[in-house]
Nanobody
Framework: QVQLVESGGGLVQIGDSLRLSCAAS????????MAWFRQAPGKEREFVGA????????YYQESVKGRFTVSRDKSSNMVYLQMDSLQPEDTAIYYCAAGRPVLSALRLSSMYYHWGQGTQVTVSS
């Protein structure tokens, strides 16, 4: 049984940093694209960033480029999202996801078939 468990969310101030973790079990992350999505109240779930297992590259939504970093530890089967210079618009529930989308579909949530339960990130102004 596949499980993705996120942790590390919390309440922070503008400009602070957080590192989210995603513990994967029942699958090997090196055989999947591992992505982070987020959903703010009243908004659709949106792509944040992903690591593509096929070319070992990372991809980001434009608004988080230079502030967020996706990384993974294959030995521990963990994926991380380092978030720096947090802003109020980053407030959302953050989800870890696993799938095997083609590169052109990496940002589509419908291409991922394993999801975590989410972790809340709140950036206070």
């Amino acid at each position: 049984q596949v499980q993705l468990v996120e942790s590390g969310g919390g309440l922070v101030q503008i400009g602070d940093s957080l590192r989210l973790s995603c513990a994967a079990s029942g699958l090997t992350i090196s055989s999947y694209a591992m992505a982070w999505f987020r959903q703010a109240p009243g908004k659709e779930r949106e792509f944040v960033g992903a690591w593509n297992w096929k070319n070992d590259n990372t991809y980001y939504q434009e608004s988080v480029k230079g502030r967020f970093t996706v990384s993974r530890d294959k030995s521990s089967n963990m994926v991380y999202l380092q978030m720096d210079s947090l802003q109020p618009e980053d407030t959302a529930i953050y989800y870890c996801a696993a799938g095997r989308p083609v590169l052109s579909a990496l940002r589509l949530s419908s291409m991922y078939y394993h999801w975590g339960q989410g972790t809340q990130v709140t950036v206070s102004s």
